[in-house]
């Protein structure tokens, strides 16, 4: 039987965040080719292809052809296990995506070479950062022109506040491209030897080896040793405490569609990410390696088999060995759950899970009982932090084709926001609901599900709001004053908390001038 503190020991629980275009998906293929989870690149568009013919539970998916919904992928390489949780990536992304890097311990930042730093690397990075995710980056597309890699370096530095420390470093780019040099190991790893599923070994060379200039040419090798006596100097050495408490990234280049730099970097997450962290929860820290399981939903997902009215929660395990059949206390509702039918999501397929242990992620098939920021344990009153709702990004008022339906509406707007889908805010003024998502495709996916699940049809107008946030003070008059000088702007969420909807950068930017001692809160805990 696997000691928990092995089998703890050996997990790698990640996610990979990234611009779309990038080469998320390219990369996943690799990653999932190196653990033998698929044969062939191109599986994984495959399969979302197969999907979306089997399912017809939400035709968007479909007739756009996008995955609106995350997976989990999990894949064995060099003795570890990797657990890889994908993030919606397309620009319509949604409040999963966010809640998803909640239920990783690091992720890979995936950069295109040409682009450098994007408007959704940033928005995903932030998320990681507010729990302190160890950051690997990726430098993607080495094999096409792309921007000096000194200025993408410190493009990263600068807007993400992140200090970085290349593990490797590209010789040459584009159609120069000569491989890359592995600054740990002085070895070199020849590009044009990379053929299909050939990868060539790395060759041990320290810079000052004369044959470098016959393996690479003279301007190169003379380039690389320039280079990389600037890098050496700028970054000694790289610090693993500063990666793994989020300050540091080590840096990585390659070229995931030519499988090259690949295996580079899964060694380097196996060996540098950490695995299965310390949780926050309240009253107490829970740590992995204690004997009892707990752990916490991050997602939830609704109709994922038409023929069924199920749900899917996505729970992660936080500590202790889960069996298949224990019954675990659903601390919400101090009820007991027994697990019977917890599956695993394989690459290509999922399984009834017998065993797991912290940082494998289950999908615990429901009625609707385990919602988004449930935890489950074995009998203690823990609830674990840090799953939060998010600030939408786009908000529309509802609005009710049918006035006879309004309750059923109600209702629906309600579970919808239950189950993460979207969130609700019912203006102080009366005024019409406000409904707000992430990304933009969520008004569809609503919309949709509103007519396919309770026959009903709303519609979405403009609303004159860009952007929310939680307001809180311990001061009640304070709040009575903020609320006074902002009625048309006022709101409660599902939970009747407190939100300022404002109508663009500038209100809130000058609500925040004007009420210093007031908390403007961009994510809310779930309760
Ligand atoms: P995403 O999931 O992050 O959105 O990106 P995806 O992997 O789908 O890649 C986006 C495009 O970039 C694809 O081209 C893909 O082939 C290309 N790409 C990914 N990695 C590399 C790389 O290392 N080098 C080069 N040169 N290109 C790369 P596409 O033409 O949009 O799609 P496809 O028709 O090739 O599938």
Known sequence: MTALSDAVALRRTFAIISHPDAGKTTLTEKLLLFGGAIQMAGAVRARGEQRRARSDWMSIERERGISVTASVMSFEHGGLSFNLLDTP???????????????????????????????????????????????????????????????????????????????????????????????????????????????????????????????????????????????RGACPSFDLEAFRAGHLSPVFFGSALRNFGVRELLNGIGRLAPPPRQQSADPRVIDPLEETVSGFVFKVQANMDPNHRDRIAFFRLCSGRFKRGMKLKHVRSGKLMAIGNPVFFLARDRELAEEAFPGDIM????????????????????????????????????????????????????????????????????????????????????????????????????????????????????????????TSSMAEDRDGALVFLARNSWALGRAQQDFPDIVFSATREQH
């Open 89 to 231: 990536g397309h620009e319509d992304f949604s409040e999963d995506t966010y809640r998803t890097l909640t239920a990783v311990d690091s992720a890979v930042m995936v950069l295109d070479a040409a682009k450098g730093i994007e408007t959704q690397t940033r928005k995903l990075f932030e998320v990681c950062r507010l729990r302190d995710v160890p950051i690997v980056t990726f430098i993607n597309k080495v094999d096409r022109e792309g921007r000096e890699t000194f200025d993408l370096l410190d493009e990263i530095e600068k807007t993400l506040a992140l200090d970085v420390c290349p593990l490797t470093w590209p010789i040459g780019m584009g159609r120069d491209l000569k491989g890359v040099y592995d600054l740990t190991a002085d070895q070199v790893v020849l590009f044009e030897q990379t053929r299909g599923d050939h990868l060539p070994e790395g060759i041990d060379m320290p810079l000052e080896d004369p044959r470098l200039d016959g393996l690479v040419g003279a301007d190169a090798a003379a380039r690389l040793r320039e280079e990389v006596e600037l890098v």
């Open 363 to 486: 999908g615990i098939p429901n009625h609707g009982a385990l919602r988004i920021g449930d935890t489950l344990t074995e009998g203690e009153d823990v609830r674990f932090n840090g799953i939060p709702s998010f600030a939408p990004e786009v908000l529309r008022r509802v609005r009710l084709d049918d006035p006879m339906k309004a309750k059923q509406l109600r209702k629906a707007l309600e579970d919808l926001a239950e189950e993460g889908v979207s969130q609700l805010f019912k203006p102080l003024n009366g005024a019409s609901w406000i409904v707000g998502v992430v990304g933009q495709l969520q008004f569809e996916v609503i919309a949709n599900r509103i007519e396919s699940e309770y026959s009903l049809k709303a519609g979405f107008e403009e609303a004159p709001f860009e952007t929310a946030r939680w307001v809180h003070s311990e001061d009640k008059l304070l709040i009575k004053r903020f609320v006074e000088a902002n």
